[in-house]
């Protein structure tokens, strides 16, 4: 499974943006860039995913670099309920698993 | 709609005995994986399965075997249980075309198991 690095934790005011970093330089040409995050006491739930292109859905925005060898998550008013561990990760199309590390911890600041 | 569903939602042992954890997937989706999450780590992937057979491993010993049900509902049996097995352990659900890289699991709330 390709790697992913992210800082151990973060943290961020209420209501400001978060831009939550994830380099991956031996990313393939066909892996997905997956987001999923824990909150606390509870299983870990789907954010986003891209391939090459910027995604935007209800929860964040995705923005991958050209090179695709990093990514940036993008919450964009922080709130108490963002709190979670942020993981990124690499999905191997012919991969049936998720590979997780050990993720950022988002701390925000009321 | 019903999300995944685990249970017990705790559970103690003893080191040797046996334990069996039940899921049940999402609506619609008919693959499920297990993960095993020891205390500040993130998950780690023990085994998925799909039309009833296992179709892919993790690195995990044999003492961790499977079962899926035609209802697409299933169990995990963790045999001999050692203090290291204590963890939170997930199941996630998905609907099986294999290998698009691109579909999402949705994950339940875990078991949570303490081996003494």
């Known amino acids: 499974d390709a790697k992913t690095t992210q800082p151990n934790s973060m943290e961020s005011n209420e209501e400001e943006p978060v831009h939550l970093p994830c380099n991956h330089s031996?990313?393939?040409?066909?892996?997905?860039i997956h987001w999923y995050r824990q909150l606390p006491s509870q299983g870990p739930e789907y954010v986003i995913h891209?391939?090459?292109s910027n995604v935007n859905n209800r929860m964040a925005s995705l923005a991958i670099a050209e090179d695709r060898k990093s990514s940036t998550l993008i919450l964009h008013r922080a709130t108490l309920r963002d709190a979670a561990v942020y993981y990124c990760i690499l999905r191997d199309p012919g991969a049936n698993n998720l590979f997780f590390g050990t993720g950022t911890r988002l701390t925000v600041i009321p | 709609d019903a999300g995944v569903t685990q249970s017990p939602t705790h559970l103690i042992k003893t080191r040797g005995q046996q334990v069996t954890l039940r899921c049940s997937p999402k609506s619609g989706h008919d693959t499920v994986s297990w993960y095993q999450q020891a205390l500040g780590q993130g998950p780690q992937f023990i085994f998925q399965?799909?039309?009833?057979?296992?179709?892919q491993r993790g690195n995990f010993p044999d003492r961790f075997s499977g079962h899926q049900f035609p209802n697409y509902s299933s169990e995990l049996n963790v045999n001999a249980l050692l203090l290291g097995d204590s963890a939170l352990y997930l199941c996630?659900?998905?609907?099986?075309?294999?290998?698009?890289?691109?579909?999402?699991?949705?994950f339940g709330p875990g078991t949570r198991l303490l081996v003494l």
């Open positions: 031996t990313i393939s040409g066909t892996d997905y």
């Open positions: 996630a659900s998905s609907w099986g075309r294999a290998g698009s890289g691109w579909e999402t699991q949705y």
């Open positions: 891209g391939l090459t």
């Open positions: 399965y799909y039309e009833e057979e296992e179709r």
